[in-house]
């Protein structure tokens, strides 16, 4: 039944803006503005159809139908950011030989486009070589191969729809990791606008920041964004700050509760880098101990870089197995008076602490017994450094303040030499370190749009969303999602929220199925229904 269909749609395509059938003109940028043919300045707004890119489908059939452009329509959304699998084009057992099924799937959903008024993004999404934002995609930078393969599937794109404006361009890669630097990605976005506009001079290319370079989340001086030479493009980003918040709770995140937005007693910060530790903190002794009340000596903050502060564990060339439980930090004032607990943690949960080790020894994570209660967290197995560090925990030190870092631990069969600890790790960043509330990600944003007028080029807020967690138990989702919205307007953003149908991040959940109109987060479809009526 679906091969019909997209049969009876195949052909469709429309090759000249001219033949009679109502569509819009070819969008175009002009400095800092998306324009329409007549020179109107134009905000894209609507969402992402993820198009099951993680399946093995070649057309993703269960993901939506017509009956879903209508629903974006009826949100008052005038674009969908559409996401591709080179799959659906190509096999690595044939490459460079393109699926008509691939073309007629695109065919049939612009042709839903345009009865909806609804304007597509075609975006690579899943690339030869590799899916990007994990860290796994280095074959696409380190293989030739694959990069010649995405030029050519990009310039055959530009090619079949170089006369369709229910297009409104390409976004020729996801979230960029490249495995050396910014100018790897730079090089590849070039070849690939090269490749497209030797064959299409309309279409808007979307280029997206390295989201990080494999081992280094530094930004350079233009925060990652790759400058292509190219006289119709608009810079791409996606945002999902805080992340501990719109990822918290899912498994596959490895985050545990987030809390809530806005909550002006938790802090955010970036561009930081590590500055000190209180190293004078005793180890713990070596062999079989049991649990034991800990103390860290009191560490004055005396140097105004030190502007924040972490808890770690410690487990250096443990050997055997050290374990943590009913963690706390305690703040005195200049005069040496206790003040308050600044953390107080029974360590019951491993969301939000990641471990780490010099040479990629040991493990840490959750015991399955503890002090006072049946967890806790432990080190075990390393031969070098380590720790785990929880920057979720992260707090302001004062100034003229000291800290005291207390708690319980257990020891099994820890190596002579060992340094088994308690710690607290103070970070420095430039930037402000600002509460969780719309003030800060007003902050973050605005940096982007700054840029962005620096460099005369629109932005493109690509991806935006709240997971699922973040719209039960008073989690204030909706008022995450109400903020940005609004300071997308502010800042003359066009947008996109990540996702239309899925079970994490989805307006409509399910896998496998088409979208059910009885299964959906109905707030916020309400929400964004108000909110894009503008």
Known sequence: ???????????????????????????????????????????????????????????PATHHNEADFARVKAMNMNVIRF???????????????????????IDLNIAWARK????LILNMHAPQGGYQSQGNGDALWNEAENQNRLVALWKAIAARYAGEPQIAGFGILNEPVPTLSVQQWQHLAQRIADS??????????FIEKAIYIKGNYAEDENLNFPLVNDDNQVAEFHFYEPHSYTHQLFDWAGLGDGGAYPDTNIITFTNHTWYTATFSNPSFPAGDKPWTWYEGVRFRISDPEMNIGIPALVGAKVGGRVLFDDLVIREYNEAG????????????????WYYWSSDGSGTGGLAMEGHSHSQSLFISGAGSDCNMSNYSAAFVPKQGYSYQICGWMKGEQLAAGSSCKLRID?????????SRNREMLAFRLGKVKEWSETRQVPLFLGEFGAGMY?????????????????????????????????????????????????????????????????
């Open 1 to 59: 039944m679906v091969l019909l269909v997209l049969l009876a749609f195949a052909g469709c395509r429309k090759d000249h803006p001219d033949d009679g059938q109502s569509g819009p003109d070819f969008l175009k940028t002009s400095g800092t503005d998306i324009v329409d043919g007549k020179g109107q300045m134009v905000l894209l707004k609507g969402v992402a159809f993820g198009n099951e890119v993680w399946s093995e489908n070649e057309v």
């Open 83 to 105: 996401y591709l699998n080179y799959r659906t084009f190509e096999s690595d057992a044939a490459p460079y030989a393109y699926k008509q099924t691939g073309w007629d799937w």
């Open 116 to 119: 909806y008024g609804i304007r």
């Open 196 to 205: 497209i506009r030797a064959v299409d001079r309309k279409h808007i290319l």
């Open 337 to 352: 008076f206790y003040v308050r607990d600044v953390i107080s943690s029974p360590l019951d949960e491993a969301g939000g």
């Open 426 to 434: 103070f970070l420095s960043t430039p930037d402000p370190v600002l």
């Open 470 to 534: 973040c719209f039960i138990n008073n989690k204030g989702g909706l008022s995450w999602v109400g903020d940005v919205i609004d300071l997308a307007f502010q800042y003359n953003m066009s947008f996109c929220y990540h996702a239309y149908h899925e079970d994490s991040f989805g307006l409509y959940y399910g896998y496998g199925t088409l979208p059910d109109p009885n299964h959906k987060n109905q707030p916020l479809i309400d929400l964004l229904t108000g909110k894009l009526i503008k």
